[in-house]
């Protein structure tokens, strides 16, 4: 069992920045990934980035493309994510998931093995 645990969510004003991060508790296979959805109320959790954590190949939705930036420190077993250039619609709870590299290239959030809590980030004047 692989537990994550984000942290890094808050209040930010629109155009401003934040970093989240997602640690895991244990490792699991050199072909799986990490990924960041999010869920806004009233809507379907959605995808946001991904890394393959053996190749470091990235992914990103083209909503948040050229504003966020997922990155992984194997070491430590994390990733993060950099947020740019927020907008409100930004705005909702920040999920880390984990799975395999069919899951974490499409950004198919039912092929994920392991999700985090969530971590609320809002951005709002």
């Known amino acids: 069992q692989v537990h994550l645990v984000e942290s890094g969510g808050g209040l930010v004003q629109p155009g401003g920045s934040l970093t989240l991060s997602c640690a895991a508790s244990?490792?699991?296979?050199?072909?799986?990934?990490k990924g960041w959805f999010r869920q806004a109320p009233g809507k379907e959790r959605e995808f946001v980035a991904a890394?393959?954590?053996?190749?470091?190949?990235?992914y990103y939705s083209k909503s948040v493309q050229d504003r966020f930036t997922i990155s992984r420190d194997n070491g430590l077993n994390t990733v993060y994510l950099q947020m740019n250039s927020l907008k409100p619609e930004d705005t909702a709870v920040y999920y880390c998931?984990?799975?395999?590299?069919?899951?974490?290239?499409?950004?198919?959030?039912?092929?994920?093995?392991?999700w985090g809590k969530g971590t609320l980030v809002t951005v709002s004047s």
């Open positions: 244990a490792r699991t296979f050199s072909s799986y990934g």
């Open positions: 998931a984990e799975g395999p590299a069919w899951a974490i290239t499409s950004g198919n959030p039912g092929g994920m093995d392991y």
């Open positions: 890394v393959l954590m053996s190749s470091g190949s990235t």
